[in-house]
């Protein structure tokens, strides 16, 4: 059977379609190889959500094009991007042999197997007619019957609990990529999680549109608090994260939920987005800075030593200087663990591309600039407050910086969006939860020693 190279672009989401695809591939006799030099087939798994997306996964897809050396070496082209772009696609970029939308991750291996049959490089009869049609092919919700290829670390592995959103941000689109909220069986999930369990996951990371929007459509089903009682009582993972949670969702009780479960990881991702009243409400964002500033409040007189981690957008129409020193303030006063800054964009369909009042794109710049130097303090005065701390830390293996180094993360570290533990001394492997000392700080990074008394 013919072999595949898959890249996966975009948020941990897409890369669990991606490994599912994969799983599938492989389960078909197709064999997956690391070098796009060595495959029959290079498959892109694309991100369409913002423009910055769409223009990494245009280049990636150019990239491959320009390996291709063969002309019997097809290229196909899935996910988002080609959800949003539809037909517009199949005209701009007439290399690529087959475009495949988000809902048919489940169909992979009997669409590449009609192209491999094919016997041309052409896309598929009816191709841009199915983009039209996307409504009649059902919404995809991923299942524990599918077959799924980490391409994580065996240590640690993506549990995605819905698809879809019911939230209608002014700036986002996913809504209309991905669909309504759409939530998985608890006894689904639950077997699935056994599954990664067995197969030795030490950390699992619990991630959706809305992780808090979980059971919202399951008339009478169960929520999110079910389904971390559930983890807790089936399997032994020993770290449960939670990604992407909707600020004014989060309650005392699933606050006080992880402050009893030690396996519950005290890490709060709340992407608030703003803390303008006006901005906010232009977002079609439900709270306020009031709400924001307590809820932040309520984390930390609970639950002592949480990470709270956040999102902001700047460059917002509308958004005056005032707007951003109320922000600036705010994380001045709440000093959050972890932020990211970025700078907003006009994404056509979205409701916020015809607000007026837009902000130039160099303005932008500086505002997301004035506060990622602001967080950058905030962030290394946090850092500097650890050193001399014993911290567990679970090992990712030899760091990418050097080969003297080994790497991992702690508890307050998410992966893939965090800073990272540089181990300088002392002995493990990839997977082992291991006592570290923190030696020295840095505004992202730690590094320490590992502690064997």
Wanted: aromatic residues 6%.
């Amino acid at each position: 059977m013919a072999t595949v190279h898959l890249t996966s672009l975009g948020c941990p989401k897409n890369l669990v379609d991606s490994e599912v695809m994969l799983g599938l591939l492989l389960e078909q006799g197709f064999t997956p190889v690391s070098e796009p030099e060595e495959a029959d087939i290079l498959l892109v798994n694309t991100c369409g959500f913002i423009q910055s997306a769409v223009e990494e996964g245009i280049d990636t897809i150019l990239g491959l094009i320009e390996l291709r050396k063969n002309p019997t070496v097809r290229v196909v082209v899935t996910g988002c991007m080609v959800k949003r772009y539809g037909a517009d696609l199949v005209k701009e970029l007439p290399e690529v042999d087959l475009f495949l939308g988000t809902e048919e991750v489940a169909t992979i291996a009997d669409r590449l197997r009609a192209l491999a049959a094919g016997g041309s490089c052409a896309v598929l009869p009816g191709a841009a007619d199915r983009f039209r049609e996307q409504g009649e092919i059902p919404p995809f919700l991923m299942n524990s019957e599918l077959p799924r290829r980490l391409a994580t670390p065996t240590h640690r592995a993506y549990l995605k609990v819905t698809e879809g959103c019911d939230n209608r941000c002014s700036y986002c689109l996913i809504p209309s990529i991905r669909g309504d909220l759409r939530s998985r069986a608890l006894p689904d999930i639950l077997r699935e999680a056994r599954g990664l369990a067995a197969a030795g996951v030490k950390e699992l990371t619990l991630v959706a549109q809305d992780l808090t929007a979980y059971g919202l459509d399951l008339r009478g089903g169960p929520k999110l608090a079910d389904l971390l009682h559930g983890l807790l009582r089936d399997t032994d993972i020993p770290w449960i994260r939670l990604l992407y949670l909707y600020p004014s969702r989060v309650k005392s009780d699933l606050i006080a939920l992880v402050a009893e479960q030690p396996r519950i990881l005290p890490y709060f991702d709340l992407p608030f987005q703003h803390v303008s009243d006006r901005v906010l409400k232009a977002m079609n964002r439900p709270y306020g800075e009031a709400m924001i500033r307590e809820l932040v409040g309520e984390i930390r007189r609970l639950l002592p030593g949480a990470t709270i981690r956040s999102t902001f957008m700047v460059g917002f129409p509308g958004e005056e200087e005032e707007d951003l020193e109320r922000l600036a303030a705010f994380m001045a006063d709440c000093r959050l663990d972890h932020v990211g800054i970025f700078t907003y964009f006009n994404e056509e369909g979205c409701a916020a591309s015809v607000l007026p009042r837009q902000c130039p794109d160099e303005l932008k710049e500086r505002r997301r600039d004035r506060l990622m130097a602001l967080q950058a303090e905030i962030s290394l005065a946090a850092n500097q407050a650890r050193v001399g701390r014993v911290e567990e830390v679970l090992v990712e293996g030899v760091s990418g910086e050097s080969e003297l180094l080994l790497e991992g993360r702690t508890r307050h570290q998410a992966p893939e969006v965090d800073g990272c533990v540089y181990i300088a001394d002392g002995q493990c492997r990839a997977g082992d939860l291991v006592r570290v000392k923190i030696t020295e700080a840095h505004p992202y990074d730690l590094v320490g020693e590992i502690v064997t008394d």
